[in-house]
């Protein structure tokens, strides 16, 4: 079966605690993205990366940081740094077509705070 | 600065009735626009317009693009009450290199029995 995975399904932190939330996928694809979802917000995208070893930051970058040392593994780390991190996070892929890259979804990580 | 802007923000129907998704953008490198549905979890992909392709349609869905006045619209048709989901608009805009998404807020259907 060919698709993105992301765990865990829920996770909960304390303040000042480091998480790392694991998404891979198995698609062949070259890109790799992580995107927050809040209520009302939409996705708004922190990270991604057009091929290993590269990342650049999305929009919202503050208090994360990721790595991408393999093509099918793009792990978020969210920081003691990130001030609201209870969020909903999802991660994408996809590949690179001259007309347009659909992105495909994983099913999503939801990070609560206590 | 890229924006993606889509209305209404919530809309409540009934079953049967006819939907219409508004989604108007403003993006420096416009490569292609993109419609997800989102249920629970992740979204998944309904249709994806480009300049060689600005009418889409699929079953009781579908969507068309006009890159003159900068909008798409996503139709749906006899509404079930699965069709409840939030709808996202996503465009990609290419700066030279592989596109990134810049997303709506989404808008979040109702449809009753």
């Known amino acids: 079966d060919g698709g993105i995975t992301q765990s865990p399904k829920y996770l909960f932190r304390k303040e000042g605690q480091n998480v790392t939330l694991s998404c891979e996928q198995n698609?062949?694809?070259?890109?790799m993205y992580w995107y927050r979802q809040d209520p009302g917000q939409g996705l708004r995208l922190i990270y991604y990366?057009?091929?290993?070893?590269?990342?650049q930051k999305g929009d919202i970058a503050e208090g994360y940081s990721v790595s991408r040392e393999k093509k099918e593994s793009f792990p978020l780390t969210v920081t003691s740094a990130q001030k609201n991190p209870t969020a909903f996070y999802l991660c994408?892929?996809?590949?690179?077509?001259?007309?347009?890259?659909?992105?495909?979804f994983g099913p999503g990580t939801r990070l609560t705070v206590l | 600065e890229d924006k993606v802007v889509q209305s209404p923000l919530s809309l409540v129907v009934h079953e049967g009735d006819t939907v219409t998704l508004n989604c108007s953008y403003e993006?420096?490198?416009?490569?292609?626009l993109l419609w997800y549905k989102q249920e629970k979890k992740a979204p998944t992909f309904l249709f994806m317009l480009t300049s060689s392709g600005i009418e889409k349609k699929s079953g009781r869905l579908s969507s068309i693009l006009d890159k003159k006045e900068l909008f798409s619209i996503l139709n749906i048709t006899a509404t079930q009450t699965g069709d409840s989901a939030i709808y996202l608009c996503?465009?990609?805009?290419?700066?030279?290199?592989?596109?990134?998404?810049?997303f709506g807020k989404g808008t979040k259907l109702s449809v009753k029995p």
């Open positions: 990366s057009q091929i290993v070893n590269d990342f």
């Open positions: 698609l062949n694809h070259d890109a």
């Open positions: 996503a465009v990609e805009d290419y700066g030279g290199s592989q596109g990134n998404l810049i």
């Open positions: 993006v420096t490198n416009f490569r292609s």
């Open positions: 994408a892929s996809s590949d690179w077509w001259e007309n347009g890259s659909e992105q495909f």
